[in-house]
Every structure is written in C-alpha cells, then in structure tokens.
T-cell receptor
Framework: SQTIHQWPATLVQPVGSPLSLECTVEGTSNPNLYWYRQAAGRGLQLLFYSVGIGQISSEVPQNLSASRPQDRQFILSSKKLLLSDSGFYLC?????????????FGPGTRLLVL | QKEVEQDPGPLSVPEGAIVSLNCTYS??????FMWYRQYSRKGPELLMY????GNKEDGRFTAQVDKSSKYISLFIRDSQPSDSATYLC??????????????FGKGTLLTVNP
C-alpha cells in the first residue's frame, strides 16, 4: 500500500530564516506530487505541483519554491521566511495516469514564523 | 462568484443526529465530486467519491449530487463523536497530461456532542 510522509511535523522559525520541508511517497512509482498551504479561513491553496523529476509548476507567485530531486521526493523551500508564510503545509500525491483525479494527503507540517 | 462555496459552520449536533453538509459550485466542467474529512491537526483523508448525479451510500455516509442545481451534499446518519472533524468538498478538473487540479471548498467544522 502507498504511504506519504512529511517532516517535520511542527516547525517554529524566525522571520528571514530559510525553510526546507520534505515529503516522500512509498509504494507507488511516478506519482504526481502537490504542495498545499492551509491557512485559517482560507481553505486549501495549491502552491506547486509536479508530474515528474525536475518538473515543477507554480500556481501562485510567492516567497516559496519547490523541487523534485527524486521520483518520490518533493521539497518545499524558502530562502527567507515571511510572517505570512505561517500555516499548515500539506503534501499530496495522485496516480500519474487514469484515476489521477484523487489526491491523497500527508500528515502535514505546521509552520509558525515569528 | 467563487467556484466552490461551502458554509464554514461551525455545526454542532448531538450524538445520533443526522448531519447534512453541503456545497454549491459554479463550474459546469466539474464532473467528479469528493468529500474529504480532516481531523484537527491532520491531513485530509478521502471519505467519498462520486461522479454521477444521485446518491452513493457507504455505511453511515451518503453522498448526493444534483448536477442540474450544481449542488452536492454529504449526509451522516447516527452521527458519532468520532465524526467531529472538518469536512471539505472537492472537485477535480483535468489540467493536461496526467494532471488534475482539485478545487476545494473551505470546509465545514462539525462537532458531535456525546
């Protein structure tokens, strides 16, 4: 069966510090991968998605970037965090073929920027 | 008008009550409809998935779709305290290649009181 991992679970960072959040998927090959941010009252916002190694699409202009160095690894980064980057970050995967409309979410990383 | 509208609640009901959760949508391209359940501080998990008008039942949960009215519902029978969570409706749209994008409602916070 497939499993998705995210770490760390919780992170408190000062403004201006760098960020690296990691997501890995087990039990499937060539998944589509997604990064979302969930802020109170704003719902789930899609930040990035990737259909393959090195292929990243950005949904909204922002202070963050994403990379996919391996098939089942997705990384969210920032060089300098802003207060507005605080939120709950969720990684998700879907099948990279028919049936790929269903996305499966990881446990999330709660980020607080102070 | 937002593509997907969902009443954020909060909704508080006694144990054993029938719960009705609803979403409306404006995009006629939506053909598949999902309900995710998200417990506090966890990632969303897929609860129900339907692609046709009418009802789909799974245990105590029934998903209902009315495409003519662009209205979807999730009914929970004999609600339990363990059903206390945020419920998000989601609708995928095909965005090319193997990729689908999910448009989420903002979620309804449900509390079932023992």
């Amino acid at each position: 069966s497939q499993t998705i991992h995210q770490w760390p679970a919780t992170l408190v960072q000062p403004v201006g510090s760098p960020l690296s959040l990691e997501c890995t998927v087990e039990g499937t090959s060539n998944p589509n991968l997604y990064w979302y941010r969930q802020a109170a009252g704003r719902g789930l916002q899609l930040l990035f998605y990737s259909v393959g190694i090195g292929q990243i699409s950005s949904e909204v202009p922002q202070n963050l970037s994403a990379s996919r160095p391996q098939d089942r690894q997705f990384i969210l980064s920032s060089k300098k965090l802003l207060l507005s980057d605080s939120g709950f970050y969720l990684c998700a995967w879907s099948l990279g073929l028919a049936g790929g409309e269903t996305q499966y979410f990881g446990p999330g990383t709660r980020l607080l920027v102070l | 008008q937002k593509e997907v509208e969902q009443d954020p609640g909060p909704l508080s009901v006694p144990e054993g009550a029938i719960v009705s959760l609803n979403c409306t949508y404006s995009n006629s391209a939506f053909q598949y409809f999902m309900w995710y359940r998200q417990y506090s501080r966890k990632g969303p998990e897929l609860l129900m998935y339907t692609y046709s008008s009418g009802n789909k039942e799974d245990g105590r949960f029934t998903a209902q779709v009315d495409k003519s009215s662009k209205y979807i519902s999730l009914f929970i029978r004999d609600s339990q305290p363990s059903d206390s969570a945020t419920y998000l409706c989601a609708m995928p749209t095909y965005s090319g290649g193997s990729n689908y994008k999910l448009t989420f409602g903002k979620g309804t916070l449900l509390t079932v009181n023992p």
